[in-house]
């Protein structure tokens, strides 16, 4: 018997695999748009604790085998829009996804189209869709993030903002130490961070942030670390780092003396040698797979300007000057410290001491000299005062027997007329 064929839509298996996926995942909403021409498949919106929020993604799905064949050694490459598609993706009002399927393995790997992760060349654009970000509830907290479409002007401030703690404890005189292991042989940018803030006093360390697994996606840790923390300036911790440059140097720069049993060392000294070295970098790679950092924070330019607004916007009091930390509070010593150390550390604190005195006398001198200024200035007042009322007196006096007199002469020319 003939029959007709179904000609199934290859594209409406995958808006049917991405909508599963929403409402029955996610738990979230799927509007797919009736009129396509335009680029956008359908809308998501992001429900919340069982509340719809407003917030919406557009999507645009791309199903079958000819959109995953071309790829790089991060994701697959979508090299098949019009610029007019990808200018209206930029131009859109919600935040856009891009959603390749695989409708075999009913797998669907996604992306988010913005100016930085986008490439145009020659009248043509392409995209990288990351292996490691797929399309199922892994993603869903990012996919929120995304929907909550904030400018990048807002982004940065809520960074900002978030951080101020932390900016906080630099400001008083405390360490931040950010120490990091990353997975180099994933490309996902797998590792862990940990976040710890010592006391400039006691040295007690209290964990502030952990994270023991993160995926950092595409950008190296050095980039990620700058983008984690716009406001600091971020250096390795140079006395946790010296053993392992040693070895390092011992390694790149020796030469065994099987005699001495030990190493020598012609031509770059180790100085020289640790001052080439990146300014971030892992102090160890553990069997050649997983990196090892131990960072340093301490405020840059936009962290100390971000506190002085911030403490504006709050306040409405204009700080111009930020208070300058003593000597103790920057003093890390411990017991392993030499001796000779200590006591450098020592005559600078006496010395900052009596800087700080001299200056307080100073202001003190200062003050006394303007008291008596404006002591002088009072007496001088009080005089002039006393002067002013007493030839009013006077005059009033004056004026008074005048006005007598001629009260007297009144009466003695009505008497004379009567």
């Known amino acids: 018997m003939d029959l007709p064929k179904f000609n199934g839509s290859t594209e409406h298996h995958g808006v049917n695999l991405v909508n599963t996926i929403v409402t029955s995942d996610f738990r979230w909403i799927f509007r797919e748009q009736p009129t396509k021409d335009y680029g956008i498949d359908a809308h998501i919106e992001i429900v919340e604790d069982n509340r719809v929020t407003g917030r919406l993604i557009a999507v645009?799905?791309?199903?079958?085998?000819?959109?995953?064949?071309?790829?790089?050694?991060?994701?697959?490459?979508?090299?098949?829009?019009?610029?007019?598609?990808?200018?209206?993706?930029?131009?859109?009002?919600?935040?856009?996804?891009?959603?390749?399927?695989?409708?075999?393995?009913?797998?669907?790997?996604?992306?988010?189209?913005?100016?930085?992760?986008?490439?145009?060349?020659?009248?043509?654009?392409?995209?990288?869709?990351?292996?490691?970000?797929?399309?199922?509830?892994?993603?869903?907290?990012?996919?929120?993030r995304i929907g909550e479409n904030l400018t990048d002007y807002e982004r940065r401030l809520h960074t900002l903002v978030l951080a101020r703690s932390w900016m906080d404890e630099l400001a008083r005189g405390n360490r931040v130490i950010f120490e990091s292991k990353e997975w180099v042989n994933k490309t996902s940018g797998k590792g862990s961070i940990?976040?710890?803030?010592?006391?400039?006093?006691?040295?007690?360390?209290?964990?502030?942030?952990?994270?023991?697994?993160?995926?950092?996606?595409?950008?190296?840790?050095?980039?990620?670390?700058?983008?984690?923390?716009?406001?600091?300036?971020i250096s390795v911790d140079d006395d946790f780092y010296l053993h392992f440059d040693e070895a390092l140097y011992s390694e790149e720069?020796?030469?065994?003396?099987?005699?001495?049993?030990?190493?020598?060392?012609?031509?770059?000294?180790?100085?020289?040698?640790?001052?080439?070295?990146p300014e971030i970098r892992p102090y160890e790679v553990c069997s050649g797979e997983v990196a090892c950092y131990r960072l340093v924070l301490t405020l840059n330019q936009t962290g100390e300007?971000?506190?002085?607004?911030?403490?504006?916007?709050?306040?409405?009091?204009?700080?111009?000057?930020?208070?300058?930390?003593?000597?103790?509070?920057?003093?890390?010593?411990?017991?392993?410290?030499?001796?000779?150390?200590?006591?450098?550390?020592?005559?600078?604190?006496?010395?900052?001491?009596?800087?700080?005195?001299?200056?307080?006398s100073e202001r003190d001198w200062e003050?006394?000299?303007?008291?008596?200024?404006?002591?002088?200035?009072?007496?001088?007042?009080?005089?002039?005062?006393?002067?002013?009322?007493?030839?009013?007196?006077?005059?009033a006096q004056v004026e008074y027997h005048d006005w007598q007199a001629q009260e007297e002469d009144y009466l003695r020319e009505r008497e004379e007329r009567r």
Not at 215 to 233: D, M, N, R, T
Not at 253 to 277: A, C, I, K
Not at 381 to 395: K, N
């Open 60 to 144: 645009q799905i791309k199903t079958g085998p000819s959109y995953l064949t071309k790829r790089s050694d991060k994701g697959f490459i979508y090299n098949k829009g019009k610029m007019k598609h990808l200018n209206y993706w930029r131009n859109h009002s919600l935040p856009v996804i891009l959603v390749l399927c695989d409708d075999t393995d009913n797998i669907c790997y996604w992306v988010q189209v913005t100016e930085e992760n986008t490439e145009v060349a020659d009248g043509r654009w392409e995209i990288c869709v990351p292996y490691t970000q797929n399309f199922n509830v892994s993603s869903m907290k990012k996919l929120a």
């Open 194 to 233: 940990k976040l710890e803030i010592v006391d400039s006093i006691t040295d007690e360390t209290t964990l502030a942030l952990d994270y023991p697994m993160v995926f950092l996606g595409l950008i190296s840790y050095e980039q990620a670390f700058k983008k984690l923390f716009p406001w600091a300036h």
């Open 253 to 277: 720069e020796g030469v065994w003396d099987s005699e001495e049993q030990d190493y020598v060392f012609h031509g770059t000294s180790f100085d020289e040698w640790r001052n080439n070295l």
């Open 305 to 360: 300007a971000f506190l002085m607004i911030d403490d504006y916007l709050k306040s409405g009091v204009v700080n111009s000057k930020p208070e300058e930390p003593s000597i103790s509070s920057s003093y890390h010593g411990n017991d392993e410290d030499s001796e000779e150390e200590y006591h450098d550390w020592q005559a600078q604190e006496e010395d900052y001491l009596r800087e700080r005195e001299a200056e307080e």
């Open 367 to 395: 003050a006394q000299v303007e008291y008596h200024d404006w002591q002088a200035q009072e007496e001088d007042y009080l005089r002039e005062r006393e002067a002013e009322e007493s030839e009013r007196d006077w005059e």
